[in-house]
Nanobody, 122 residues
Framework: EVQLVESGGGLVQAGGSLRLSCAAS????????IGWFRQAPGKGREVVSC????????YYTDSVKGRFTISSDNAKNTVYLQMSSLKPEDTAVYYC???????????????WGKGTLVTVSS
């Protein structure tokens, strides 16, 4: 059974940093595309970043480029999202998601974690 469990969310001041973790089970992260998505209050869910398992190619939405870094640790079967220079507009529930139908998670995912809340205070 595919499972994704996020951790690392919390409250941080603007300009601060957080690292989110997505622990995967039931599959190997290098065989899937893994992505981070977020949903802010009153808004739709949007893709934040993706990493392709086979070559670790990455994608970032424009608003987080240069501030967020996605990475994968095959030994721990975990994907991370390092978030720096956080802004109040980064406040959202962050979800980890995975698919093995494509290497590009922004094209669609099949499995979701339950999410972790990130709150950035001004």
């Amino acid at each position: 059974e595919v499972q994704l469990v996020e951790s690392g969310g919390g409250l941080v001041q603007a300009g601060g940093s957080l690292r989110l973790s997505c622990a995967a089970s039931g599959f190997t992260v290098d065989d899937y595309a893994i992505g981070w998505f977020r949903q802010a209050p009153g808004k739709g869910r949007e893709v934040v970043s993706c990493i392709a398992g086979f070559d670790h190619d990455t994608y970032y939405t424009d608003s987080v480029k240069g501030r967020f870094t996605i990475s994968s640790d095959n030994a721990k079967n975990t994907v991370y999202l390092q978030m720096s220079s956080l802004k109040p507009e980064d406040t959202a529930v962050y979800y980890c998601a995975a698919t093995n139908r494509t290497w590009y998670c922004y094209l669609g995912v099949d499995y979701w974690g339950k999410g972790t809340l990130v709150t950035v205070s001004s």
